[in-house]
């Protein structure tokens, strides 16, 4: 079975400082792992990936996420938040041709 | 490029009722997945189609079924609508090329169902 868990309901940061979205995931062989961000009234807009090579992936809008097999982590990050960041975030593990599994979802609010 | 469409974007519908809604992926894209969405259950998987083959299938009663057509367009029902199944239905689309798990999933703005 494969799924991911996201600790935290709620992550709040001050504008301009760095942010970290925590992703934790469970499936036996390698993972391919996504983050994902929705804002109000929207679909889930695509951040970025990992599926092999390099820990460390950089996707959209600034934000990066470092791979961990040791400690089967997937923590989405950025050096400088903006208040538009503001919005709810997923992350979501695949194995093979197995169905895409989301976590709960975090709740990033930037304040100004 | 057109992004993934879905219709109608709202819908209210009565108990007992059946609904049918319609997704169109992103042009060249093979597989269409659908998702519900709701606040106490967040985002639970339906199914996943590709070249017209239902290919996964999640925890959910028959009264929820797929299908895809030729051209890659999918639609949903839900037969016997219960007051729980109000929610955002979201769909996906990716290319699955060589049926590739790894392909991105673009995601529609979803269509709000709300069942009165």
């Known amino acids: 079975a494969q799924s991911v868990a996201q600790p935290e309901d709620q992550v709040n940061v001050a504008e301009g400082n760095p942010l970290t979205v925590k992703c934790t995931y469970s499936v036996s062989g390698n993972p391919y792992l996504f983050w994902y961000v929705q804002y109000p009234n929207r679909g889930l807009q695509f951040l970025l990936k990992y599926i092999t090579g390099d820990n460390l992936v950089k996707g959209s809008y600034g934000f990066e996420a470092e791979f961990n097999k040791s400690q089967t982590s997937f923590h989405l990050k950025k050096p400088s938040a903006l208040v538009s960041d503001s919005a709810l975030y997923f992350c979501a593990v695949r194995r093979n041709n197995n169905d895409m599994r989301f976590g709960a979802g975090t709740r990033l609010t930037v304040k100004p | 490029k057109a992004g993934v469409t879905q219709t109608p974007r709202y819908l209210i519908k009565t108990r007992g009722q059946q609904v049918t809604l319609s997704c169109s992926p992103i042009s060249g894209h093979r597989s269409v997945s659908w998702y519900q969405q709701t606040p106490g259950q967040g985002l639970q998987f339906l199914f996943e189609y590709f070249s017209e083959t239902q290919r996964n299938k999640g925890n959910f009663p028959g009264r929820f079924s797929g299908r895809q057509f030729s051209n890659s367009r999918s639609e949903m029902n839900v037969s016997t609508l219960e007051l729980g199944d109000s929610a955002l239905y979201l769909c996906?689309?990716?290319?699955?090329?060589?049926?590739?798990?790894?392909?991105?999933?673009?995601f529609g703005p979803g269509t709000r169902l709300t069942v009165l």
């Open positions: 996906a689309s990716s290319l699955r090329l060589a049926g590739r798990s790894t392909d991105t999933q673009y």
